[in-house]
């Protein structure tokens, strides 16, 4: 059984989940599964045509070039093993290639991995309006409605409003949140958080930064010294770091996964206006540049509408649902 007919097995009777992964993913389905359908009912036998126009349909994903040509070279590999032409079978050997190049980069780890007798402390870098400041709300509702006790850390102190924006959100959540001045030293700000949140005995401590395009010299610096401070009142803080991309930003979303990347270790990746954009590819991009999951994805404006990341769900409501 292919994974396109494993999948639509799976999901026949379909949760909530799905249905968000189903209605978020639309705009990238009509850009991905719909045109290989379209392009199978084109053509009775695959041929060299056939597989460059399959090669621009996942160009236009967002699946980014490299992947996309390991990925074509590996399916018109086996196709002439196996002497394949079909063109439906030769779009779910294309499928189930895009989920083995996912899973094949390491763990599949989604939930923040919380330690055993201190805070754990998350830190959220990401530039700029990619949606960070909701990002961090929208996570530290799900972990309250888990009955984590959560604190926010205002450690963005250089952009206008975002100690304000952040202030309303902790509010509105009912939770802890330390702020310093503005334009203070984003470590000051992340010590006092991390030693204020030992002292309430918070199980999840959420830790804002600047969204500044700084040189890659300069954010490395005051990345580290952000950590370094954490890690002298909390053993190994942060524990997680999560860059947050903007989905619709498409391949300049991967550039600034890449930049951070070289300048901080990631932990995870989280996906945000997955439902503006029409394409969803940049999930198996980002995940192929850096091999860092993708832990959490959003797929509306609502507070529960980002889910952690699903990679069958995912597949599903790319290239199965609707169908």
Known sequence: MGLISFLKNKF?????TTEKYEKGMEKSRQNFSSKLVNLSKRYKAVNESYFEELEQILIESDVGISLTLQIIDE???KSKEEKITDPQTI??????KMFVGYASKGDIVNEVRFQEGSP???LVVGVNGVGKTTTIAKLANRYINQGKKVMLVAGDTFRAGA??????????????IVTGPSEADPASVAFDGVREAIKQ???LVIVDTAGRLQTKANLMAELSKIKRVMSKE????PHETFLVIDATTGQNGVVQAKAFAEVTPLTGVVVTKMDGTSKGGIILAIRDELGVPVRFIGLGEKMDDLMEF?????LYGLCVANE
Do not use: F, H, M, S
Request: aromatic fraction near 4%; hydrophobic fraction near 45%.
């Open 310 to 314: 699903d990679l069958d769900k995912y």
């Open 201 to 203: 005995n918070v199980d």
């Open 91 to 96: 779009n779910e050997i294309l499928v189930d």
């Open 12 to 16: 026949q009777k379909k949760d909530k």
């Open 120 to 122: 754990t402390v998350l």
């Open 234 to 237: 909390i053993l190994n803080a």
């Open 75 to 77: 399916v018109l590999e």
């Open 163 to 176: 100690i304000e924006q952040l202030t309303v959100w902790a509010n509105r959540l009912n939770i802890p």
